[in-house]
């Protein structure tokens, strides 16, 4: 007897199922938030050198405060202040000239900066003056978050699969809000990163336990379903974080807002049931078969004594796992399974990186950032809707190729599209994002189909690693515009298109039987 075949005396999608999926939805709705936070906590708003403690005696005085801006800060060629520089001497003869252009010699701001306050009250680049060269440090602390979330994805992979997922997915919530909630009162630019640090790792096991668990009680049938409503989660919470930041103007009250959710998630954990196959698979089938009866009387199912009996469950058949332990090596062992790995880690590393790519550059269209990023969540769902159905009808590979193409495609126009047509760049860049919001749909459960089971979970747990060393350098890849106005983009295209080529040489998964054994990978034709 196999699993399925209880889920299906039981009902493998019933109410039981859909309150597993419901508390899985709340947890994951702070996910987005904290993943999208630097869009707005990083925000660098207009800003000039600080020129109030300057004092050229009874003349400087009696200046208005534009005079004084004239006489002391360059203005640029789009006629702004400058956002770097002083004048190394104080330029009074531009009072007569309002042009204000002029050779004299300018020197770095001596006295920091003064910044706008209209639009956030407080950022990290106004907290601590993460502006001009100090700009790569502001850029920073989205890498060194993403880079935790890596560390955290192998951990708690691994963690889940020897303690359990209900009690990791306990830990991620508790210990993501303390880590998150302690960042909001860092005293200290390292302090923060510190703490952000630990944050992407804690919180990227809410994750991979609560997709796992999510699948682990439904029927085949309908694993793509949860997998389309998994994703929507962050849809969801994507939708709903412009709203919040556009209200929360101060980065610590934003951080602590966005994860307020978690108190909740915390909450209904207690109604979260631990995974009845891992129980049964780790011998403990007392466990699960409390929560299997219990799944049974929720769902309203009757006559199920036989089928739930222990001497039942313990002759599931679980796959080679009870009898050798498999780990990440057992990717690399053998050349079809090194093929595989190397081909999925790579889609994986360049569907986040055009994801995120575009995601992360919210500000360079020269619209509201909250608009953007509000249409940028929005477009998801259409996308992901028409995932749902494009994966029987064209199958798993074509949609995964055709939305990387699609999102190189976008990236390449806009590379092309005078900066001066702003909605157009954005409408076009909206387009990516819905296509690239597709591809990372496609890419999860393509590659939980294409791993045998005995090394599924550590397939995924390297997958996601791959994942996040592409997000942890997509804002890397923004700055490249130091460089070249363009640079961003050539390299986020360039990403997605190999992207594209490399899952063309994956197999198409589509209607065929889940493969159980490393053997059966090997010997495929």
């Not at 109410?15 to 702070?30: D, E, P």
């Not at 600080?50 to 789009?78: C, K, M, W, Y």
């Not at 049931?273 to 009866?293: C, H, M, V």
């Not at 923004?478 to 990403?495: A, I, N, R």
Request: charged share 15%; proline share 3%; net charge positive.
């Amino acid at each position: 007897m196999r699993f399925e075949n209880i889920l299906s005396d039981i009902n493998g999608f019933g109410r039981f199922q859909k309150m597993v999926i419901a508390i899985s939805f709340l947890g994951r709705f702070t996910l987005p938030c904290h993943f999208m936070l630097n869009n707005f906590i990083a925000v660098v708003p207009p800003h000039h050198c600080n020129i109030s403690a300057l004092d050229a005696g009874d003349v400087f005085r009696n200046l208005t405060l534009q005079q004084q801006l004239t006489v002391h800060i360059p203005v640029q060629e789009d006629g702004s202040l400058s956002s770097c520089k002083m004048f190394a001497e104080p330029q009074y003869q531009l009072l007569l000239n309002s042009s204000n252009i002029t050779d004299a010699p300018t020197v770095p701001c001596k006295n920091g900066w003064v910044y706008d306050t209209s639009a956030f009250k407080s950022t990290l680049a106004t907290e601590w003056d993460l502006v001009c060269d100090k700009r790569r440090e502001n850029k920073a602390t989205a890498t060194i978050f993403f880079v935790g979330v890596m560390f955290g994805a192998v951990c708690f992979g691994s963690l889940s699969d020897r303690f359990g997922r209900r009690i990791m997915l306990l830990l991620s919530y508790i210990l993501g809000m303390v880590f998150a909630v302690a960042s909001a009162f860092s005293t200290s630019y390292v302090m923060f990163t510190v703490l952000r640090f630990f944050t992407g790792f804690s919180i990227t096991g809410i994750v991979i336990v609560s997709s796992v668990l999510s699948v682990e009680w439904v029927d085949i049938e309908h694993r793509k379903l949860v997998g389309v409503t998994d994703s929507l989660s962050w849809t969801f919470g994507n939708t709903v974080f412009p709203a919040i930041a556009y209200f929360v103007t101060d980065w610590r009250w934003l951080i602590i807002s966005v994860t307020s959710p978690l108190i909740l998630a915390i909450i209904t954990w207690r109604w979260m049931p631990e995974s009845a196959r891992w129980l049964i698979a780790n011998g403990k089938l007392d466990q699960a078969q409390y929560y299997l009866q219990k799944c049974a009387k929720m769902n309203q199912i009757k006559d199920v004594t036989d089928t739930l009996k222990t001497e039942t469950l313990s002759s599931i058949v679980m796959t080679e796992k009870r009898d050798r332990t498999y780990s990440y090596l057992d990717l690399v062992r053998t050349p079809r399974m090194r093929c595989l790995a190397l081909c999925t880690g790579t889609v994986w590393f360049c569907v986040a990186t055009a994801f995120y790519g575009i995601s992360f550059n919210i500000s360079g269209f020269g619209l509201s950032i909250y608009l953007t990023q509000f249409t940028y969540a929005m477009i998801e769902l259409p996308a992901k809707i028409a995932v749902y159905y494009l994966l029987d009808k064209i199958g798993r590979r074509f949609t995964e190729v055709g939305a990387l193409l699609m999102v190189g495609l976008c990236l390449g126009i806009n590379i092309v599209v005078p900066k001066g047509m702003s909605v157009v760049r954005t409408v076009v860049a909206v387009i990516g994002k819905g296509f690239s919001a597709a591809s990372f749909a496609t890419i999860v459960l393509y590659s939980s189909e294409l791993y045998p089971t005995v090394v599924r979970q550590n397939g995924m747990g390297y997958n996601s690693f791959m994942a996040r060393i592409g997000v942890a350098v997509a804002p890397l890849i923004l700055l490249l515009d130091e460089f070249w106005q363009d640079l961003p983009q050539v390299v986020l295209c360039s990403v997605a298109v190999l992207g594209g080529i490399v899952a063309r040489t994956l197999p198409e998964t589509r209607n065929k039987c889940l493969r159980e054994t490393i053997e059966d990978v090997e010997q495929q034709r």
